[in-house]
């Protein structure tokens, strides 16, 4: 079991959903929080619903400055989790030029902005636990999720060049790749969502992940496996079943 008690983290996107249930769960287990996404009003009432002590620290993660400012204002840090992200459902026929580069911008570019901002401290102080969210729609292109499939992928395939090249220097990292959570943004799909879990629900597992000292968790489990078996699918069986013409 990892020890968080005394610990400093710094939850990027922890306003609401996710972020939030899993801002709660850390603080429980006596980590100091920080929490971090655009609003000033949202940051305070998701701090008063801390049981220990917390900081809130606007940041858009789309503003280099603005990360570049807040990491500063957080000072160092035990561990880092990136959960910010933005979603609109879109086939590639109703292509939102300005929806998919803030998806990919938010998304991947926002991690990556965050990760730039502590990893090098990290570094040189030879110790730090990164947490990076994935999800499942990142192992492959799936029908009606342009920008939100690709900027996922990347933050994922971010999260597995940071493993490899960190083994071994006291910075941990780790990859937590969700399935449906209900919020405001699964809130906009029409569709049957498998296994829809709740924030507290995704938010316990990625903690219990946190404990252990395994990469990855791709869940739930067994909604996860049909993503991971479809990456050793060959892609005219693949699309035939994913993407029907």
């Not at 609109?88 to 902005?113: F, H, S, Y």
């Not at 990292?173 to 969502?193: A, E, H, S, W, Y």
């Not at 404990?211 to 990456?231: C, G, I, K």
Request: charged fraction near 20%.
């Amino acid at each position: 079991m990892r020890e968080f008690r005394g610990k400093r983290y710094w939850l990027v996107g922890a306003s609401e959903g996710l972020g939030l249930a899993l801002a709660q769960r850390l603080s429980r287990a006596g980590a100091e929080v920080i929490l971090s996404a655009r609003s000033p009003e949202k940051l305070a009432e998701a701090v008063a619903l801390m049981p220990g002590r917390a900081t809130p620290i606007p940041c858009d993660v789309a503003s280099t400055q603005s990360v570049r400012a807040a990491a500063e204002q957080a000072g160092p840090l035990d561990g880092v989790v990136f959960l910010a992200g933005v979603y609109w459902p879109m086939k590639a026929q109703d292509w939102d030029a300005d929806a998919v580069e803030a998806m990919c911008d938010i998304n991947l570019t926002g991690c990556a902005r965050v990760m730039g901002a502590v990893i090098p401290g990290m570094v040189e102080r030879r110790s730090g636990h990164v947490v990076i969210t994935g999800s499942l729609s990142g192992f492959r292109g799936l029908p009606g999720a342009i920008g939100y499939c690709a900027s996922k992928a990347g933050t994922m395939s971010l999260a597995e060049s940071m493993y490899c090249d960190l083994r071994g220097t006291g910075v941990e990292v780790q990859l937590c790749n969700p399935g449906f959570i209900k919020t405001r943004l699964t809130d906009k799909n029409d569709f049957n969502m498998p296994q829809i879990m709740e924030p507290g629900q995704a938010a316990q597992i990625m903690f219990e992940h946190m404990n252990t000292d395994h990469f990855s968790n791709s869940f739930p489990v067994p909604f996860a496996w049909v993503f991971r078996l479809s990456q050793f699918l060959p892609d005219w069986a693949y699309y035939r079943l994913f993407a029907p013409k």
